[in-house]
């Protein structure tokens, strides 16, 4: 299906920062394995860009660990009309700002967010105390409603035994929210500015394996933790999985069975539409 592997983990760091707990990104293709440690989210941006842009005929498939949707009725709850997961994605494109030195707004939107949807500190959570208000505070709200706190395919890797981190964490090992508030926007750049060649999974493509045609770029949520990681004492975490995500994803496909994890076995047509219309899904959960 795909000529090259782009797997990327994101960060949420406020400077810029190289090694453990920063943003690495492994690019596995013909001509074998390459991985960079870029210091800022802007210099993996362009990173990125210019992989797509160097390679206007090759099929590439992208691996983000950071959420690419939130909860089913979130959309709605901020009065975004149109497609939930593209209102969404242009909403935090026009909300995000983010430094060339990482410097960022991310707990500012999350407390503006919070006012529209709750009035309270909810649904998002987790701040350092010098940010921390009426509207965003350290700690997790008792309640998410009128939102529920996870996504359909966070409940089924709960249900599995995984422990997920929810799209409202932005703070605290192992959280993912800030990760998405700062990578949903690059993506949706992404897509803005390579419109004919970038799709996004599911949104885009439908819960199938999608059209992969030359010049094909599909971004898709990916979990590192579905796979097992033997580490070495001095390996960077962020490092390892980034490789082991892109050599399974190529074995796959090499097997000729990478298109099964776009099609997941899951439950019926209502669970469906919400994931292709706003949750989104992780690719290799129901495979």
């Not at 090259?4 to 810029?16: C, E, K, M, T």
Request: glycine letters at 10%; hydrophobic letters at 45%.
């Amino acid at each position: 299906m795909f000529d090259r592997f782009v797997v990327i983990d994101w960060s949420a760091n406020s400077r810029p920062r190289r090694g453990r707990d920063s943003i690495w990104i492994a690019v596995l293709d013909a001509h074998g394995l390459s991985v960079s440690n870029p210091a800022t989210r802007g210099a993996a941006e362009q990173f990125l860009v210019e992989l797509v842009d160097d390679d206007p005929s090759g099929r590439a498939l992208v691996g983000v660990d950071f959420s690419l949707g939130y909860p089913a009725g979130t959309a709605a709850a901020l009065g975004l009309t149109g497609s939930p997961w593209a209102s969404m994605f242009r909403f935090l494109g026009e909300s995000i700002c983010d430094g060339d030195r990482n410097s960022n707004n991310r707990f500012e939107v999350a407390t503006a967010l919070n006012a529209r949807i709750t009035a309270t500190a909810a649904p998002f959570w987790g701040c350092p105390p010098s940010v921390s208000g009426e509207t965003l505070t350290t700690t997790k709200p008792a309640s998410f409603a009128p939102l529920g706190e996870w996504r359909l395919v966070e409940a089924v890797l709960r249900e599995q035994g995984h422990r997920p981190f929810s799209s409202w964490q932005l703070l605290g090992a192992g959280a993912v929210g800030s990760q998405s508030l700062l990578g949903i926007p690059m993506i949706d750049r992404l897509v803005t500015r390579f419109p004919d060649r970038v799709s996004v999974w599911p949104f885009t493509t439908g819960m199938h394996a999608p059209n992969v045609g030359p010049g094909s770029v599909v971004v898709a949520e990916v979990w590192p933790s579905l796979l097992p990681l033997d580490l070495s004492d001095d390996a960077v975490r962020d490092q390892a999985q980034v490789v082991a995500v892109a050599d399974w994803l190529s074995g796959l496909d090499a097997a000729g069975r990478l298109a099964e994890l776009f099609s997941p076995d899951i439950a019926g047509s209502d669970e469906l539409a919400v994931i292709e219309r706003e949750e989104g899904w992780v690719l290799g959960v129901g495979y």
